[in-house]
């Protein structure tokens, strides 16, 4: 079955310090990929996505994501973290033959400490 | 702009009862998701719409539920006998159209069945 794993629920670390969230895809074929960042309360925002023109795709705020054939995974980074980063960030991943199914991983939550 | 806004934030309701859930995407968007999410999991696709038409549904869309988007505007999701499983946040998204596009989530219904 198609699917995405995030490795790690919770994630802290030290405000300046890098960030690496974790995500695999599951498929030989990749699929579309996307990392969504959820703040309390709010909805999800898309931070930055995958189609296949680049491998290193740049997102809002700093964050970037590597697309690794090699490796099915979609790490997403940021090189210094800011207190403001804390949420949780969603791996997703769009599968051919599913127009409208977007798989998600279960989450990681960041939290940053000053 | 306004973003995707759904009603009620909140809904808290008893066991056997049905409940409604509306959701209004931006407009001029043609697409228009649903998915729920439960505490420490990821956002679970449940159906989508292309314009009125419900293109693609999830098995985990049982019998109880039905969605309709009858003007190809907003969207309503119903729960009918509601059950202590069904408690979870109802997420609503909508986007242009297409694979590979961002999705706008809605900050989501919250229900709670006692």
């Known amino acids: 079955a198609q699917s995405v794993t995030q490795l790690g629920s919770h994630v802290s670390v030290s405000e300046g310090a890098l960030v690496l969230l974790r995500c695999n895809y599951s498929?030989?074929?990749?699929?579309?990929l996307f990392w969504y960042v959820q703040y309390p309360n709010q909805g999800l925002q898309l931070l930055l996505k995958?189609?296949?023109?680049?491998?290193l795709v740049k997102g809002i705020n700093g964050f970037e994501a590597e697309f690794k054939k090699s490796e099915t995974s979609f790490h997403l980074t940021k090189p210094s973290a800011h207190m403001s980063d804390a949420a949780e960030y969603f791996c997703?991943?769009?599968?051919?033959?599913?127009?409208?199914?977007?798989?998600f991983g279960k989450g990681t939550k960041l939290s940053v400490k000053p | 702009d306004t973003g995707v806004s759904q009603n009620p934030r909140h809904k808290i309701t008893k066991r056997g009862q049905n409940v409604t859930f509306r959701c209004d995407p931006i407009?001029?968007?043609?697409?228009l998701y649903w998915y729920r999410q439960t505490l420490g999991q990821g956002p679970e696709f449940l159906t989508y719409?292309?314009?009125?038409?419900?293109?693609?549904k999830s098995r985990l869309l049982s019998d109880r539920f039905s969605a309709e988007r009858p003007k190809g505007s907003f969207s309503t999701l119903e729960i009918q006998r509601t059950e202590q499983g069904d408690s979870a946040m109802y997420l609503c998204?909508?986007?242009?159209?297409?694979?590979?596009?961002?999705?706008?989530f809605g900050s989501g219904t919250q229900l709670s069945v006692l």
């Open positions: 997703a991943g769009q599968y051919g033959g599913s127009q409208g199914n977007l798989i």
């Open positions: 998204a909508s986007s242009p159209g297409g694979v590979g596009e961002k999705l706008f």
């Open positions: 407009s001029e968007h043609n697409r």
């Open positions: 995958y189609t296949s023109a680049a491998t």
């Open positions: 498929s030989s074929v990749p699929p579309y």
């Open positions: 719409f292309q314009n009125e038409a419900q293109l693609e």
